[in-house]
């Protein structure tokens, strides 16, 4: 599975942005797909992810109300809508893949995208 990541951008804080994630693979749809993120000076984070078939999602708690991971399976793309952006959002944005479950685990995903910037500004 290849993976590309966009959408990222600089927003005032209370923006949205939405982050996209294409998927190449023909075995697209059985991969369960995440959202982590690694602020400058930080380690790399888990955001949020969904299952295989889009039944299943999680959030950190910090992105919980806020934040909503999509996938369209047909189009190969999983999306994240981010809305009432804070400034500790800004950070590189990852998406990842994973057979089937999703975990918050970094190390437990074996496909990722290059990364999208987002910054928030106060």
């Known amino acids: 599975v290849q993976l ?15 982050l996209s994630c294409a998927a190449s693979g023909q075995t697209y749809s059985s991969y369960a797909m995440g959202w982590f993120r690694q602020a400058p000076g930080k380690e790399r ?3 949020a992810a969904i299952s295989w078939n889009g039944g299943r999602t999680y959030y950190f708690d910090s992105v919980k109300g806020r934040f909503t991971i999509s996938r369209d399976i047909a189009k190969n793309m999983v999306h994240l809508q ?3 952006l804070k400034p500790e959002d800004t950070a590189v944005y990852y998406c ?16 990722w995208g290059q990364g999208t910037e987002v910054t928030v500004s106060s």
Do not use: C, D, H
């Open 4 to 18: 590309q990541a966009s959408g990222g951008g600089l927003v005032q804080a209370g923006g949205s942005l939405r």
């Open 45 to 47: 984070e888990f955001v």
């Open 82 to 84: 981010m809305n009432s």
């Open 96 to 111: 990842a893949a994973r057979k089937f479950i999703p975990t918050m685990t970094i190390s437990e995903y074996a496909y």
